[in-house]
């Protein structure tokens, strides 16, 4: 038989994804949401078919175009909003206009999937929330993202990730215990990890319309999704104790730890099992440790753990990282360096694999950003385009979509009732790209008036 | 404006009136009655020691899949991975967690015969999940090869540290996947922690306390299975499903790939700071700590106002005033606020932030910024907090062998089909009888 690797490699080509079929083929979103926690459900469908439509005000534009790091933007872009944005039709129109509601109206008709993440109301307030869109639309998919959801006491509370991150309690975990080191989760982490249960939300409820035709509403609230991950609830439920900052280590697991190796790298290291600490114990040349240790509760206990913990910061400070990695594969126990952002852009192993992606775009030239986690064999996720400036494909779904000729859509123009970008870098294309000469910008199709 | 018409304004404000929309948000609340989304699929969850798998079939369970739990007669090592080793009569705390809707078999793949059982489960399963080293599973005649040859409708999920593809893939396959090497392997670790200037160990990379890695690649998981799900509706074709957690983070967020990329260099640790906001992050105050997000123009202007810091408006008016990449100058702002926030405590400051964002939001002039701050709970108080009482956040169970205990769960909130939990229990084997009934007896 073929070997396995030769045969997965087969199975999961990077190179052939785009002959590959795509899930979410045909199926329409109305992006209504802004900065991370609502786009990121948003593009996840995008990322596996969908055609998804990103609403914003004209001359104004999505906040996170603008979500830079130390104030850099990268090609009057922000790097960040690229990634939550990649596959997305840029929209921009003015909602508070009449003539601005009736397009989107129509183009709820057509859609599947509405989602927003303002205040709790705010859509209603809007014209635009659920109690509105499936009276035009009753098959409408509408997933609602705010901080602590659209229900309860709290429920008009403003929210950032770092607020939920606050209110689940996760950040209470983070930490050096016994000195005044908490740290949040970093690179907004409580909206990604959220937004990712969206789309789930999102794709559970496309599978439960497919098999009943029905659609429905979703109130995410991120505050909840976080603390679905936290298991120190449970755990005050049963020993009555509060799981507290745990320091750098596991405390499911010992010995665990991060660790200073003698070349001067970090390298983490755990044991999760039984057998993981025989392979530990016979690496470090210690096999006395497994007898004296054989229950996992045993190891586990506070004054256990942390004697392993030395014995493991002491065994790894007199070793080369390469070194232990190298008995991590030949003794069976879990280990990895730690890779920092440089190391993770270049890393061959994802690049080879799909999980760092070189991207050629038309408008930004190359760019690098990552692809899942989870490779799908027959049906995986692209990146066909990077984020566009703001209004990009006014212009080509009005004539496409919308089947408006150039002097209605001058009209519009006029009236403000859609809108482009100003001179403020986040919105506007790069300084070398001459806009002019872009096709879907500048769409010259037919637009006529024949039927779709 | 009189009290009528004020009031009369609000419910304009909110398209259909409070009452109508708090009613049908309520009666949201309950699934009582109504369907699953996953009703008649059947997942197999034959993950070991490691618990991508188990938080994987936990979500297909929320939904409403039969999910079957595999485990040799002895257990699943996972039920020992538990903070500080608390149990409950030989369960650890995260195994009762993600006992979620679950059937429990014991079935050893190590064996011949398990596998032949295995085989005739997984001809009738619709999704499978499994952890073993690469290829494991295929030399031992049950991998996605073999098995999508009689049910080409199975949507095989394997999640390992390194995938199931590429040489690194190969050479590393039997390395054991945790989540702290999850964590530092795919770029969270490296960006938690103190700046340079601290003393070691301070500034070393260091692991989020919750199961970031593990949780990241369960979810990720079972949102490609249910993609391939949604296809296989389409089809009737199912899949392979490669997760790899040394991935996790990395692909989350981004943020390493495409800062690594364009800066050219990774970034420091910041310690307490933020890269992109500021003020965002964690002050002192009087009785605990608060969350302070006050980072656009107008928000930090309300924030200076209400902590009557305003005589320091004109160093730090401005977003870039406030960058974070002169350590010094930041240290020197969060000093500023921090001499201030400790003289209230979390509630005072809670109040005096709503007061003012009540205020501004009210008012025709929409600069008015939005300061928020919010304290950090302890578990015991967010359990009775109730806002999460009303929505039912935390659920409490009392099984017989396990005891009483609550669990967070109903955290996606649906219409029409939301995810619930049934029932929590998880003996060793506990449903071999009706599994070998059902799927196995002829």
């Not at chain 2, 009582?32 to 989304?37: A, L, M, R, T």
């Not at chain 2, 955290?411 to 196995?440: A, H, T």
Request: contains cysteine; proline residues 6%; glycine residues 8%.
């Amino acid at each position: 038989m073929e070997d396995y690797f030769d045969y997965t490699k087969k199975l999961f080509d990077p190179s052939k994804i785009k002959e590959k079929p795509e899930v979410f083929n045909g199926i329409k979103v109305l992006d209504f949401s802004h900065v991370i926690f609502g786009p990121i459900a948003a593009r996840l469908l995008a990322q596996y078919g969908a055609e998804v439509f990103k609403i914003e005000m004209p001359f104004v534009g999505d906040l996170w175009r603008f979500g830079v790091y130390w104030g850099k933007f990268w090609k009057h872009s922000s790097v960040c909003f690229h990634f939550v944005h990649y596959n997305k039709n840029f929209l921009s129109v003015n909602l508070k206009l009449p003539k601005g509601k009736e397009l989107i109206y129509k183009l709820v008709e057509q859609a599947d999937v509405v989602v927003e993440n303002f205040a709790a109301g705010t859509a209603e307030a809007w014209g635009v929330g659920y109690s509105q869109l499936s009276e035009i639309n009753p098959k409408i998919i509408y997933l609602s993202c705010a901080t602590y959801g659209q229900y309860g006491p709290l429920r008009f509370f403003p929210g950032w990730d770092l607020l939920a991150q606050a209110a689940s309690g996760a950040i209470s975990l983070t930490g050096y215990p016994g000195t005044d080191k908490y740290y949040k989760l970093p690179d907004y982490l409580g909206d990604y990890f959220p937004g990712n249960v969206g789309a789930l939300a999102l794709v559970m409820a496309l599978y439960h319309r497919k098999k009943t035709g029905r659609g429905q509403y979703i109130d995410l609230a991120q505050s909840e999704a976080l603390m679905r991950i936290l298991p120190n609830f449970t755990y005050f439920s049963i020993t009555n104790e509060e799981l507290e900052r745990v320091g750098n280590t596991d405390p499911t697991m010992a010995p665990s730890g991060i660790f200073k190796s003698r070349d001067g790298k970090f390298v983490a290291l755990a044991v999760a099992t039984e057998e993981q600490f025989k392979a530990l114990s016979s690496a470090m040349g210690q096999k006395k440790l497994a007898t004296e240790y054989k229950d996992g509760f045993e190891r586990l206990k506070p004054e256990n753990a942390s004697r392993l913990y030395d014995i493991a910061q002491e065994w790894v400070s007199k070793k080369e990282s390469a070194e232990i990695v190298n008995l991590a594969k030949e003794h069976g126990f879990p280990v990895a360096e730690v890779m920092d952002d440089f190391q993770i852009a270049n890393d061959e192993w994802r690049r080879e694999r799909g999980s760092v992606i070189v991207f050629k775009d038309d408008m930004y030239r190359e760019f690098v950003l990552p692809g899942p986690s989870a490779m799908l064999s027959k049906t995986p996720g692209r990146v066909k385009w990077l984020s566009r400036p703001l209004g990009y494909h006014n212009r080509y779904v009005l004539k496409t979509f919308f089947r408006l000729s150039e002097e209605e859509i001058k009209k519009l123009e006029k009236e403000r009732v859609i809108g482009y970008w100003d001179d403020r870098p986040g919105i506007k294309p790069p300084v070398y790209y001459d806009i002019e000469k872009d096709p879907v910008f500048n769409y010259q199709g037919d637009g006529g008036k024949q039927s779709p | 404006m009189s009290k009528g018409k004020e009031k009369e304004q609000v419910l304009v404000r909110y398209g259909i009136s409070r009452r109508e929309r708090e009613k049908f948000l309520a009666n949201m609340i309950s699934p009582e009655g109504k369907p699953e989304v996953l009703d008649g699929v059947v997942v197999l969850d034959a993950s070991y020691a490691n618990f991508s798998g188990i938080i994987a079939a936990s979500l297909f369970a929320e939904f409403g899949a039969e999910v079957i739990k595999i485990e040799p007669t002895e257990g699943d090592p996972s039920r020992k991975i538990t903070p500080y080793g608390a149990n409950v009569n030989g369960v650890g705390i995260p195994f009762i967690m993600e006992a979620r809707n679950k059937r429990y078999l014991t079935l050893d793949v190590r064996t011949a015969k398990g596998r032949r059982d295995f085989e005739k489960l997984a001809a009738k399963a619709d999704v499978l999940i499994e952890t073993f080293p690469a290829g494991q599973m295929d030399s031992w005649g049950i991998g996605y090869r073999q098995l999508s040859q009689a049910n080409p409708g199975l949507v095989y999920i394997a999640i390992t540290p390194y995938g199931q593809y590429t040489d690194k893939a190969k050479e590393f396959r039997n390395l054991p996947d945790s989540d702290i090497t999850s964590q530092a392997a795919s770029g969270l670790a490296a960006n938690i922690g103190d700046p340079d200037i601290s003393p070691e160990p301070y500034n070393w990379p260091f692991r989020a306390g919750a199961w970031i890695g593990w949780y990241i690649s369960g979810l990720e998981a079972a949102l490609g299975g249910a993609m391939a799900l949604v296809y296989k509706e389409a089809t009737d074709e199912g899949q392979m499903i490669d997760v790899a957690t040394a991935d996790a983070y990395a692909s989350l967020v981004g943020y390493p790939v495409f800062i690594g990329y364009t800066w050219e260099k990774a970034r420091p640790r910041l310690g307490r700071h933020d890269f992109t906001l500021y003020p965002y992050g964690f002050w002192k105050s009087k009785d605990g700590i608060v969350a302070i997000a006050a980072p656009r123009d107008h928000d930090f202007r309300a924030l200076l106002k209400i902590l009557k810091l305003w005589k320091i408006e004109d160093d730090w008016r401005f977003t870039f005033d406030r960058i974070t990449d002169i350590l010094e100058q930041i240290e020197k702002l969060y000093g500023l606020i921090e001499a201030e926030t400790v003289k209230y405590t979390s509630d005072e400051l809670i109040k005096k932030a709503l007061e003012y964002s009540i205020k501004s939001a009210r008012s025709k002039w929409r600069g008015g910024g939005v300061p928020i701050i919010m304290k950090v709970p302890k578990p015991s108080e967010a359990m009775i907090n109730p806002h999460w009482t009303i929505r039912k956040t935390f659920q409490e169970f009392d099984d017989k062998k396990l005891g009483k205990f609550v669990i967070p769960a109903n955290f996606i909130k649906m219409s029409e089909s939301p995810p619930r939990v049934k029932w929590i229990s998880c003996d060793i084997g506990q449903d071999n009888d009706y599994i070998r009934k059902k799927y196995l007896s002829d």
